[in-house]
């Protein structure tokens, strides 16, 4: 059932980070780790099984809206999911061929 916004002491922006802002360069992290970030925590924070099930709920659209910052990587084993990471500017793959 809707709720009027006067209800709330507060309604600030929906605002999420962009992938250069939430993710590190040279690193590579799960949706787990990513839906972590998007909550303000550490990638390793202990959660538990409830809470991450709701943030895999943000995660997932988030990565499936940034995917064109993004690269993928398979899973390194058949127990582990994939990795996301940031994708190279052009500008840094023409850097790097000039090397």
Same mark, same amino acid.
């Given at each position: ?7 709330? &002491?507060?309604?600030? +922006? ?7 802002? /939430?993710?590190? *360069? ?14 303000g925590l550490e990638p390793d924070a202990e959660i538990e099984e409830e809470t991450?099930?709701?943030?895999? &709920?943000?995660?997932? +659209? ?7 910052? /993004?690269?993928? *990587? ?26």
């Amino acid at each position: 059932m809707p709720v009027p916004k006067s209800e709330f &002491d507060s309604l600030p +922006p929906c605002d999420f980070y962009t992938p250069e802002e /939430l993710l590190e *360069a040279d690193q590579m992290y799960t949706v787990y780790e990513i839906a972590r970030l998007l909550q303000g925590l550490e990638p390793d924070a202990e959660i538990e099984e409830e809470t991450e099930a709701i943030l895999l &709920d943000w995660a997932i +659209p988030w990565i499936m809206t940034n995917s064109d910052d /993004l690269v993928v *990587a398979e899973p390194r084993s058949d127990d582990e999911p994939g990795y996301y990471g940031l994708k190279e500017d052009e500008a840094d793959d023409a850097d790097d061929a000039d090397a």
